[in-house]
């Protein structure tokens, strides 16, 4: 079982270490390194040239990530297929899979287009929080204890919004990049030398809705994670995963600001990239940590309430995880 776990963990990293390189790709122009598919300039090896190489290191990685995704379906039939909070998500996997493989040659075939590049970037995320879901899954079910459960049922509505707006502001974000909307403003906190200028250009207009959207889900997960804190006792990991997702929002604001404010770097654009994977990562394990407390809580009461009449049905001690 530990093992599972695992392999699930390192498909998790392969996954997103894939949507980091790919984000390399993207920033340094390397989209047309290689200009056929699945071969680099007609050969299954690429020339010594660096957007070449780029892109060709994103497809390696790519055929690497793959089997690890396959692997962990298939683990999840061969011991998991009792527990469908890892069975469901861990088959779902390969059939994105399926489609990505293959956007990713029509991304090449259609000369980076955005529209196709956002696409294939929404497929790599829905990927990754499958798999970040079924690491958490995977792993050793807490002993139910009352705090931790009254603590995971009070944030399980709170977190599955920050998980919502999460992915909104992540896709908002792809679409910001993919349509080059990211240069459209220059400044920051303002924008072109004024506050809100909505109606300049659809381009302004996509930028600072993605600015606005970052600073209502900073605020949505300021409030989650005061509400970790405040049952933090019980519920530990909880509580570090908030503080964590906190703090990657900041440094994702301040990536943001740094970059509009002195150029949009390939660092800079890369590392923004790299953040907001990050970011929907932790959104996805928070809501995987709280709905697994309350799950082995779930868990643990229906045998008691089949019991017969009369018995006494014998719980673990309390404590949490």
């Given at each position: 079982?530990q093992?599972y776990r695992?392999?699930?963990i390192a498909?998790a990293?392969?996954?997103?270490?894939l949507?980091?390189?790919g984000?390399?790709v993207?920033?340094?122009?390397?989209?047309l390194?290689?200009p056929d598919w699945?071969?680099?300039h007609g050969?299954?090896l690429?020339p010594?040239?660096?957007?070449?190489?780029?892109e060709?290191?994103?497809?390696?990685?790519?055929?690497?990530?793959s089997?690890?995704?396959?692997?962990?379906?298939?683990g999840?039939?061969?011991w998991?297929?009792?527990?469908?909070r890892?069975?469901?998500p861990?088959t779902l996997?390969?059939?994105?899979?399926?489609v990505?493989?293959p956007?990713?040659?029509?991304?090449?075939y259609?000369?980076?287009l955005?529209?196709a590049v956002?696409v294939?970037?929404?497929?790599?995320?829905?990927?990754?929080?499958?798999?970040v879901w079924?690491?958490?899954?995977?792993g050793?079910?807490?002993?139910?204890?009352?705090?931790?459960?009254?603590?995971?049922r009070?944030?399980?509505?709170l977190v599955?919004?920050?998980v919502?707006a999460?992915?909104?502001?992540?896709?908002?974000g792809?679409?910001t990049?993919?349509?080059g909307?990211g240069?459209?403003c220059v400044?920051?906190?303002d924008?072109?030398g004024?506050?809100?200028?909505?109606?300049?250009?659809?381009l302004?207009?996509l930028?600072?809705?993605?600015?606005?959207?970052?600073y209502?889900?900073a605020a949505?997960?300021?409030?989650a994670?005061?509400?970790s804190?405040r049952?933090g006792h019980a519920?530990p990991?909880?509580r570090?995963?908030a503080?964590?997702?906190?703090l990657?929002?900041?440094?994702?604001?301040?990536?943001?600001?740094?970059?509009v404010?002195?150029?949009?770097?390939?660092?800079?654009r890369?590392?923004?990239?790299?953040?907001?994977a990050?970011?929907?990562?932790?959104?996805?394990?928070?809501?995987?940590?709280?709905?697994?407390?309350?799950a082995?809580?779930?868990?643990?009461?229906?045998?008691?309430?089949?019991?017969?009449?009369g018995e006494i049905?014998?719980?673990a001690p309390?404590?949490?995880?």
């Amino acid at each position: 079982m530990q093992g599972y776990r695992a392999l699930a963990i390192a498909t998790a990293i392969a996954t997103y270490l894939l949507i980091v390189v790919g984000g390399v790709v993207r920033v340094t122009g390397s989209g047309l390194g290689c200009p056929d598919w699945p071969t680099c300039h007609g050969s299954w090896l690429p020339p010594l040239d660096p957007p070449a190489l780029i892109e060709w290191s994103h497809r390696l990685l790519g055929g690497l990530t793959s089997p690890l995704i396959l692997a962990t379906t298939v683990g999840a039939w061969l011991w998991r297929r009792r527990e469908p909070r890892v069975l469901v998500p861990a088959t779902l996997v390969p059939v994105l899979l399926a489609v990505q493989i293959p956007l990713g040659g029509l991304v090449v075939y259609l000369e980076v287009l955005p529209s196709a590049v956002f696409v294939h970037l929404t497929f790599a995320l829905l990927i990754l929080g499958l798999l970040v879901w079924v690491a958490v899954a995977a792993g050793p079910r807490p002993v139910p204890a009352p705090a931790a459960t009254t603590a995971a049922r009070r944030l399980r509505p709170l977190v599955r919004a920050v998980v919502v707006a999460t992915f909104g502001l992540v896709l908002v974000g792809g679409l910001t990049r993919a349509t080059g909307a990211g240069f459209a403003c220059v400044g920051f906190p303002d924008c072109n030398g004024q506050a809100l200028p909505f109606g300049t250009s659809p381009l302004v207009d996509l930028h600072l809705t993605h600015r606005l959207l970052a600073y209502a889900v900073a605020a949505l997960v300021a409030v989650a994670a005061v509400q970790s804190w405040r049952v933090g006792h019980a519920l530990p990991t909880v509580r570090w995963a908030a503080l964590g997702l906190v703090l990657l929002i900041g440094a994702q604001i301040a990536i943001g600001a740094f970059g509009v404010s002195h150029g949009l770097t390939p660092l800079a654009r890369g590392l923004h990239l790299a953040g907001a994977a990050a970011v929907w990562a932790v959104a996805v394990l928070l809501a995987g940590l709280v709905s697994r407390a309350t799950a082995a809580a779930d868990g643990a009461a229906q045998p008691a309430a089949q019991a017969p009449r009369g018995e006494i049905a014998h719980r673990a001690p309390v404590q949490g995880y």
